[in-house]
């Protein structure tokens, strides 16, 4: 004859502590005092030599997140008309062929923006630049040169079959 067993769990539904005395008892790792390496905190007197060994204990190691974004430093046009003589002087905007021609990365910067009003005609490098700022260039008479991103590597990674 075959004698079904009833879990403990389920003798024990209604009853307040399941079988463990006291509310707080059995509740998890903070009853049995953490998980892993817990307890080597300020109090942790035992452990702490332990850990001051491995230089590693503390801190994130690994790999990199994926799609980590350039940071952007931003300048905008009414930096380079309000500078406009300071910069020539450096030699960071030359003239060509009727254009103030400035690379913004020279300046240290990698994103235009268009904040200000501009009077001259501009040639501007630069790696990223804001669509307002992209008119009011246009309208001025002068041009943005942003360099393309190459496609082909990321279009050849999607058709490699694994």
Known sequence: MVVYKRKKRVK????????????KKHRGKGNKGGSGRAGSGKRGDARKPSNWK???????????????KENIKAINLSYLED????????????EQGGFFFIDISKLGYNKLLSTGKITKKFKIQAK????????????AGGEVIIPEVKKEVQEESKNVSV
């Open 12 to 23: 024990l539904r209604g009853s307040k502590t399941h079988g463990w005395g006291a509310k």
């Open 54 to 68: 491995n230089l590693k204990y503390f801190g994130k190691y690994g790999f990199k997140k994926k799609g980590l």
């Open 83 to 94: 500078n406009f003589d300071n910069l020539i002087s450096k030699k960071l905007i030359t």
């Open 128 to 139: 990223y630049a804001s669509n307002k700022a992209l008119e009011k260039i246009k309208k």
